[in-house]
C-alpha cells in the first residue's frame, strides 16, 4: 500500500480526552526514547486500540507515524531525482481531502489574511488576488509581522506560508493572533517538527524534499502553486453553478 505523501494535523479534531492522551504523552517523549503503544494505552488508561485511534484521527497513517513524530525523528522520504520527478510524484499522491480541508476553514472564515517571507509572500499575494475574485471575502497578503495580528480577529483565518519553516520563527504572530481569537493554520512543504506550536493547525504538503544544500529563499515554490490552484479551481466551479 502506498504511504501518504501529506500528513495533516488538526487538532481541533480531538476530544478532551484526545487532547490529554497527546499531552500525556508528549510529556513523556522527551524523557523517554521509545514509546510503545501498549505502554502508551497503560499511561493514558485507555485501550491500544484507542490509541491506535487517536492517531489516525490527528492525522497520522497510524502510532508508529505519530511516536516518530513526537520523538522528532524523520519521517521516512524518498530521495529526489530532480525538480520535475519530485513535482511528478507529488501530483500522484496529491490529497484532494487536504484541498477539500482548506476550502472548508475559508468558507467558515469572513476575513482571509496570508502571510509569508520572501518568495512565499509572493504566492500568498497570487492567492490572495485570486480569492478576492472568486468569493466576497476580505482578502489580503502581509509579510509585516507588526501589522498582521492588528488584521486579526475571531472572523479572521490567518493563513502561514513556508517552504521550511526554518528561515524564521511565527511564535510572535501566532501569539498575537490568538489574543485576538483568530484562527491560525500554516502550509508548509517540508516536514518539520519545530513548526508544532506555531498554529493551530498544519497542512504539510510533500514528503518529497527539495535540495538541502538550497537555502530556505532558493527553494521552489512549485508545490505552493498547485495545490493552492486546485483550491481556486474548487472555487470556479462552485461559481460556475451558481
Not at 502581509?142 to 526554518?166: F, H, K, P, Q, R
Not at 521552489?220 to 490552484?229: K, Q
Request: aromatic share 10%; proline share 2%.
Amino acid at each position: 500500500m502506498k504511504a501518504r505523501s501529506m500528513i495533516n494535523i488538526d487538532f481541533n479534531k480531538l476530544n478532551p480526552l484526545e487532547t490529554r492522551i497527546h499531552k500525556k504523552l508528549s510529556e513523556y517523549a522527551k524523557t523517554n526514547e521509545t514509546i510503545r503503544i501498549n505502554r502508551a494505552a497503560e499511561l493514558c488508561g485507555c485501550s491500544v486500540s484507542k490509541i491506535s485511534k487517536f492517531a489516525k484521527k490527528l492525522g497520522f497513517t497510524g502510532y508508529k507515524q505519530y511516536c516518530d513524530f513526537l520523538l522528532g525523528r524523520d519521517i521516512p522520504s524518498v530521495s529526489h531525482s530532480g525538480e520535475l520527478t519530485r513535482i511528478r510524484r507529488y501530483i500522484d499522491d496529491f490529497s484532494e481531502s487536504m484541498v477539500s480541508e482548506l476550502l472548508d476553514l475559508i468558507d467558515r472564515h469572513e476575513r482571509i489574511v496570508l502571510f509569508g517571507f520572501g518568495p512565499s509572500l509572493l504566492c500568498a499575494q497570487y492567492f490572495s488576488y485570486r480569492l478576492r475574485i472568486l468569493t466576497n471575502k476580505t482578502v489580503v497578503a502581509v509579510s509585516d509581522e507588526i501589522s498582521v495580528a492588528s488584521m486579526t480577529d475571531e472572523n479572521t483565518l490567518l493563513i502561514l506560508m513556508t517552504v521550511t519553516g526554518a528561515f524564521q520563527s511565527f511564535k510572535k504572530i501566532y501569539a498575537e493572533s490568538k489574543k485576538r481569537g483568530c484562527n491560525v493554520a500554516m502550509v508548509v512543504e517540508e516536514y518539520n517538527t519545530d513548526l508544532l506550536g506555531q498554529c493551530d493547525r498544519i497542512f504539510w504538503l510533500s514528503r518529497y524534499p527539495q535540495p538541502d544544500e538550497l537555502r530556505p529563499y532558493e527553494k521552489s515554490r512549485t508545490v505552493f502553486f498547485i495545490f493552492f490552484e486546485e483550491v481556486i479551481q474548487r472555487l470556479l466551479r462552485r461559481k460556475q453553478r451558481s
